[in-house]
């Protein structure tokens, strides 16, 4: 083969190391320029070399082609059967990110395009056949390096052709490292691979310290050990991508965060105390989507925002998140209506649904605080003024029973009121109102009376405090009916002043990680 090598390696680094070729062809001439070529060609034991580099950068131990069929003009090639014994690549990324394929390749001049250029040939491959291949991979942009090799690959490529709308079927299964897997299945053209190519690559039980470099640059954080498992579909369709991926994580370790790190950092050991169930695993489905016409496409950037997006809802949003992940709808937060500290019925079915969530993510603790705001203050003072007007009237409320509305227009209740105003505001002041000429008197007087015993009412920061702490203890009883082992992952944290809206007052909860 060196004798080919000036010819076929012009314009690249590239060096020819060994191949023998060997044929058994039979050819046949005939006028016009017409000819025909039949038979068996074998290439052994060739790899093509980069100037200081030991590994070849493409290679392999035989190369067979079988019931080569061949014509001319127009130029027709058909191939019944490939061998590709031991094939063998090399795929480096250097640290600005450019593959080494890509820099050979690309210092060819490019050829101007002709008017009348003459169409492709028609080239027909039936079948592949890979046995024992590997692929040695290298990232020199990460820090330190990363690099894994895939191994053993095997399996077959079938029905390739230059033909319009053919596309050809992959499958291959190979080892990745010591104990990892991998299987590539699909069909593409090649064409016009950027408009029909559908592909699945399935990575199994890949050691993520072997990974590690990609976890450190992407999320900022050492990975100590673990496992992944990765499906990775792309569908292109006429220049228009939709991936489907899906990413299982086992029994992930995580050790410090890399403060000196430039990559982008995630709060990744709360995305994983929320996502880790309870057989330490984390299943993620991420689809991107997006057009190879756009110049800022970047398919690994798609996947790292999709990354991103997940891990960021998790934990800005983790109630909303986490039902979204265990097939619900999710909730935003959890409220108490103003004034009070039961804990109604939807709110309580949050907290259970939290509770359970806890108890399939072991690594999840909860800091429960209870919420106060203005509006209590007000709710407050209304309910001890009405339930002092509701017992004067002779029908106090019972414990936890709601609170009605005064009836101002009741006669009952109008007489209650000016008692509890005596009481509490004075009888001269109340004698004042009753007796100025031309004054409010009936429903109105009973309506003024009450908005002053209101306004009167103080209350002070103890109060709303005490409330908060109650609110607070109820929440965590709640939770702890159904799940008592989740006590000492459940902690009750000082009350604060929270935000209050129509739905009602916030119960503050902060999730962290074991």
Known sequence: MAPLAPYALAGTPLKLSG???SAD????AASAGRWSLGGQLKVAKMALQEPGEPLPLLGWNTLSLSQLQAQGMPLKVSINDVRLDQPRARLILDPQRNLNWQKIFARQPAKPASGNSAPLPQVDVHSIHVQNGAVEFADHGMTPDFATR??????????LSTRAGGRGRITLDGAVDQYGEVKVRGALSPMSPTDSTDILLDFHNLALNNLNPYSMNFAGWQVKDGKLSLELRYLLDHRQLKGENRIVIDSIQLGEELKGDKSPHLPLKLAVALLEDSDGRIDLDLPVAGSLDDPQFSYGQLVWKAIVNVVTKVVTAPFRALGALLGGDGFDDIRFVAGEAHVSPPEREKLDKVAAVMAKRPKMQLSIAGGYAAEDAKQLARARVDSAVLAAAGHPPMDD??????????????SAIKSVY???????????????????SGEALAKLLRDEMLAAEKVGDADLVKLAKLRGDNARKVMLRHQPELADRIAL???KQTSANRDGVELAVKISAK
């Open 401 to 414: 029973e709601p609170l009605p509305s005064l009836d101002l227009k009741d006669a009952q209740t109008q």
């Open 19 to 21: 191949g023998a070729l």
């Open 493 to 495: 944290d000082q009350p």
């Open 422 to 440: 005596g009481q509490r505001i004075g009888r001269l002041k109340l004698l004042g109102h009753t007796l100025k000429p031309g004054g409010p």
């Open 150 to 159: 895939m191994h053993h690959l095997r399996g077959s490529i079938q029905n």
């Open 25 to 28: 062809l039979k050819l046949n």
